[in-house]
């Protein structure tokens, strides 16, 4: 006869065979707990004084975001306008010096004096044009949302 045996899944609970049932198709198992910090395995709910006491423990954002969702009356946050505006005109002027940098390459490589490169394709671009090129439209992107 075959006898199934009972696991426990938890790793600080040791499950132990006993005698088969008296049935034999089953088998009895015992307990032994190897951890005394073992949580139970629900967790109650708070009391109400719980709650009243510890409201940033029980409620918090998960409950503040509730609140908010549940109407769109509630549901506004703040813009930050100027510290917006400054982050734009910040990366307004990152990319225009980036565009100046790119335009006083172009005019390298289109001078009379300068390498011969090939300005009407983007085949045989020169790496600095590329890098520069790859560092805008990383950036740009983030100006134009």
């Known amino acids: 006869m075959q006898h199934q045996v009972d696991l426990v899944a938890s790793q600080d ?3 132990t065979p006993l005698e088969p049932a ?3 198709n089953t088998m009895h198992t ?5 951890n005394a910090n073992v949580m139970p395995a629900a967790d109650p709910r ?6 009243e006491d510890k409201p940033w423990k029980y409620i918090g954002y998960p409950g503040y975001s509730e609140f908010l969702a549940s109407d769109d009356d509630l549901l506004f946050f703040r813009r930050f306008g100027v510290l917006s ?7 307004q002027d990152e990319i225009a010096h980036l565009e100046s940098q790119l335009r006083a390459l ?3 490589f289109s001078s009379v004096y300068g390498l011969d490169v090939n300005n009407g ?16 439209a990383i950036k740009l ?5």
């Not at 394709?121 to 805008?136: V, Y």
């Open 13 to 15: 609970q040791v499950s």
């Open 22 to 24: 008296s049935d034999h």
């Open 30 to 34: 015992t307990t032994i707990n190897t």
């Open 46 to 51: 708070p009391s109400d004084s719980d709650i």
């Open 85 to 91: 505006a400054r982050v734009a005109l910040g990366m």
């Open 106 to 108: 172009d005019k390298d």
């Open 121 to 136: 394709s983007l085949r045989d671009e020169m790496p600095e044009r590329t890098a520069l090129l790859a560092t805008i």
């Open 141 to 145: 992107p983030k100006y134009s949302k």
